[in-house]
């Protein structure tokens, strides 16, 4: 071997004629040789430094993964296309168990309370929640809006349900209106939807069912007379907000809100169904030519619209107890077959005011979206929340940041588990390019790299791979171009730029290091280091760094050919990432051993990269729990029925805007 070392020392010498004294130079190398260091250690223990931080760092990410394929499993609020493709094992039969545990822990009355009991199917399953107390109003409102509404496959008779309301909670409306709802879904169809721009007549409504529509009417008239109305529902909701819990990161405030979210919708649609039996029953009225029932039923309609919005309780969709514009159209158009004029006039009036507010609430959507730009993943639902109302509670910069920052984080925390990947397919390539060259080739190349002494990994370490890591880390967390602005599309696509440029010029900058400090303790061979594919390799990763977090500063504001040049700067920095293994490829034979001797080198700086990568995964994680439980603008608050303050505080507005509106037109 040593003769073949020789050989192979003496072709390199060949290969540079300009060399003055060929012994020399050789005596030269061989001391450099023989006064390198013995290989140490400290890669060893490097090398299984980062398998061990590695694989800490990947279990709380494989848990998140399948918190999130359970969650859009299971959980109808976070159903995601996207998220249920994620590859994994299938879920087994304790699927419901799993998600309790999901949620939180909890003891066997609070998972009744949440979950209902496992042990019934259907809508029975709140059934043995009511049974442990029976006088509870709130219990007995939700075994009734599960057992009524189709979950049950064998339900109860509604008016026994009426009767055991009538009984728990006496003169109380809000069982009439769920009960009619329910009736109105099973009776009447909406024939259509008229397309956009067309002058078709309006969408018409068919009654399937005009016994139920019958009982809807009756049922409506009954509630109007009644003296109170109040959404005992709530009561339960505010029990269940007690003992559930805040998240302590985005994934489980989020699972959190969709579960609520599941909730609180279970009576979003009965508005509409109502709003349907308005056309439909005045329609019907008026073809029959019956003007006193016509009049009786739209006198208790209005009756119960008022008290509605009325109710101090928190409520799904009040805006939705308004007549919706087709329903007035169909009351103005029975009223003009009755001769009803005051009505036609009045519900006329009506349509031509809710399309006026719809067409604002187009440029109200526009507003709160730009409102909520800076407010995180948590916050976007919000905008939809806010452009309902006129004049949403006003937000400030330090209610949005912390739901910014913390999905910052939590973008980083993924985005460095890409980095590591990156960097270790990088690190596999650079490995298997040396096997196209001959043992000996490489053999040579292992004892040359030896050379290198500990001041030129503490220039590659840390000039190299810490300090572009640190300086990212500062400006992601500690800057405003980190978590500056928030938009699902550019922030992700430049949190994602930012930080694969991260691993990028860790490599590049690495590489080039290595290659210096090998050219500097070799020159006597006539080594020297490549500039062309670094140059451009740094230069496109630093342009694409500081593009991206402008980018993700300024997110929907930022230039539109900025956002298109990212990808190409990306594009680039990849191609000079993976550059310099794929050049050893296709060098000849008296530049390999100097190619080889750098890539051996380069395994402990990609080590120390991965290392680095995996460390601000968990780092990531800790600046995520830390800015959502700062994040008062998403938490839940047990002392309101609602999925947050801020969700609460717009249905107190919209309650008020209603309220204004419906006495506005009487």
Known sequence: MQMMAERELRHLLASHPSSADHDALLKEAATNLETAPSRLPWKTWLYALCAVVSILAAIPMIRDYQRLRLASWRLFAMTDPLALALPGPSFGRNVNADLEKLIGDFSPQQKLLLFGSRMERGGGHFKALWDSDPENVGYFAQHFLTSIDGYDPSPPDPRDLLETADRVDPGNAWFRYIVAAVYSKDSVRRDGFKPRGSKAKAPAYTITDPAKVADAVRLIKEAARMPNYRNPYNEVILERLKILPHGEDILGRKIVDAYLEMELSVTSTYPHYLNSLLAAASKDFAARGNTGEFLSFLHAWEALQLRMPESPEFSSWPDLFRPSELAAKEVASAARDLGQHEILTRYSKIATELQQQREERRSRLEMSASAFKRAGFLATRLALQAERGENPPPLRDEDLKPGRMASQAMLGRIHSLLGWFAIGLVAMLGASVRFRHGRQAR??????????????????????????????????????????????????????????????????????????????RMKCLGWNYGRTISTIALSAGSTLWIASSILSSLGDDSDPNLTKAVPWLLGVLIFGAIGIPIAVLFRGRERAVQWLAASRAMTPATMFAMLLMALSIPTNHEAEKYWTKRDTLTVIDPTVPAQTRYDYEMQKTINAEVLEFLRRQR
Request: zero cysteines; charged letters at 15%; aromatic letters at 12%.
């Open 443 to 520: 053999m040579l190349s292992k004892s040359l790299e030896e050379v290198l002494k500990p001041q030129d990994y503490v220039w590659i370490f840390g000039m190299g791979i810490l300090l572009p890591f640190l300086l990212h880390q500062v400006v992601e967390h500690f800057t405003s171009f980190g978590g500056g602005s928030f938009s699902p599309f550019t922030t992700i696509m430049a949190d994602f730029a930012r930080n694969v440029v991260v691993a990028g010029l860790m490599l590049t900058l690495g590489s080039r290091l290595i290659t210096w400090r090998l050219a500097r």
